[in-house]
């Protein structure tokens, strides 16, 4: 069973640039979320996909945008880079959305923006 | 004030010692409760959950929720180097919503 993938692992950019994260989800699972973790900070989340739709949003501006595709992998998008973007982006998936299911993390992408 | 709170540490144990890490939370819908460990540069990793109130045991780990209170615990019993890392607790509602984490060093 292969578990969660991201790419990069980490990039750097200047402020006003566009990034695109990767995430390739658990065989079996449907469901993918992206969380933003600043240092020294948990995890906080941006947006959930389930079946190619965006199914809960958190307290993220629109231009973090992302997608899922027919094989659930993810990608997430974040344009205008600021500083404050700076963080580790963590993908997580699960088995389905709707109620708990234990969620996985993968190894994260670490976003430097100067 | 944030949904989830924890003692962000650091915390320093003698190996063998039993390390408690303790969360409070706000939301009374949260019915699911997580711990994640997570070292450093890496991805959290599940080590487990529980549903509502009650204990849950699994090798040295015990997870532990009072609903009515709103308190949530992770007890490590017989703690070791490799159980250096960062603690995040972790609860769902509707979405997960995740403490700052309680930064652990277990020193020989």
């Known amino acids: 069973e292969t578990g969660v993938t991201q790419s990069p692992t980490h990039l750097i950019k200047t402020r006003g640039q566009q990034v695109t994260l990767r995430c390739s989800s658990q065989s079996g699972h449907n469901t993918v979320s992206w969380y933003q973790q600043a240092l020294g900070q948990g995890p906080q989340f941006i947006f959930q996909y389930y079946r190619e739709e965006e199914n809960g949003r958190g307290n993220f501006p629109p231009r973090f945008s992302g997608l899922q595709f027919p094989n659930y992998s993810s990608e997430l998008n974040v344009n205008a880079l600021e500083l404050d973007d700076s963080a580790l982006y963590l993908c997580a998936s699960s088995a389905t959305s709707g109620s708990y299911n234990e969620q996985f993390f993968g190894p994260g992408t670490r976003l430097t923006v100067l | ?108």
């Open chain 2, 1 to 108: 004030q944030k949904e989830v709170e924890q003692d962000p540490g650091p915390l320093s144990v003698p190996e063998g010692a039993i390390v408690s890490l303790n969360c409070t939370y706000s939301n009374s819908a949260f019915q699911y409760f997580m711990w994640y460990r997570q070292y450093s540069r890496k991805g959290p990793e599940l080590l487990m959950y529980t549903y509502s109130s009650g204990n849950k045991e699994d090798g040295r780990f015990t997870a532990q929720v009072d609903k009515s209170s709103k308190y949530i615990s992770l007890f490590i019993r017989d703690s070791q180097p490799s159980d250096s890392a960062t603690y995040l607790c972790g609860s769902y509602g509707q979405n997960f919503v995740f403490g700052p984490g309680t930064r652990l060093s277990v020193l020989p």
